[in-house]
């Protein structure tokens, strides 16, 4: 991050996205873990909205932060299933965000989306404080995501402390994924379109 008041006044004139066609919201926040790292979760009806709004539009609200950050890199998944139940991209109840970017090996997707399906989303889910999630994946097809919103940093650290070994091991995380990235971001409510 080069200039951390610029990129977040920038950041409220992405206000502008809610006149696009097919835009469903927007939110994000800073990383807890590495300063001066931003992470912005955005969601689509569909990839071609995506495409005609960085066609049309997307030059004219990103020229808002132009100077302020360095090194932004731009992900695109696709929809799989919720983490929990009903997922809708909202952000006003939520106080924290966990994402996890995974890289599996390609003969090992169907396993892994299967325990994530059968394994991780059930323990998220009942999870007091977990309020929803998505797992996504990249069109490369080996690339996923895990977003969970929740609703304090207290109730996700129980997760995380009672939980995270023994359901690794469960889910053989070991010979499914190669590479795995991850963050804890602190949810800045300004930045919610």
């Known amino acids: 991050m080069v200039d951390r008041r610029g990129f977040e006044r920038g950041q ?26 931003a992470h912005l979760f955005g969601f689509w009806e569909s990839r071609a909205f995506y495409d ?5 539009s997307h030059d004219r609200l990103a020229a808002t932060q132009t100077g302020t950050h360095k090194d932004a890199q731009v992900r695109l998944f696709e929809y799989r299933f919720d983490v929990k139940v009903g997922f809708q991209p909202q952000f006003a109840d939520a106080d924290l965000l966990r994402v996890a970017h995974c890289t599996v090996r390609r003969e090992r997707v169907e396993h892994y989306t299967l325990m994530q399906e059968k394994v991780w989303n059930p323990a998220m889910a009942g999870s007091p404080g977990m309020l929803r999630g998505v797992f996504a994946q990249a069109q490369s097809g080996d690339e996923f995501l ?31 994924v190669t590479a795995v990235d991850g963050d804890v971001i602190d949810l800045e409510p300004a930045w919610t379109v």
């Open 12 to 37: 409220r004139k992405w206000a502008g996205l809610l006149g696009e066609p097919g835009f469903r919201a927007q939110g994000g926040g800073w990383s807890r873990s590495r300063p001066g790292v």
């Open 52 to 56: 005609s709004f960085m066609a049309r």
């Open 146 to 176: 895990v977003l969970s919103m929740w609703d304090s940093a207290a109730e996700h650290g129980k997760y995380r402390t009672e939980r995270i070994e023994r359901l690794a091991l469960r889910a053989q995380i070991g010979a499914d």
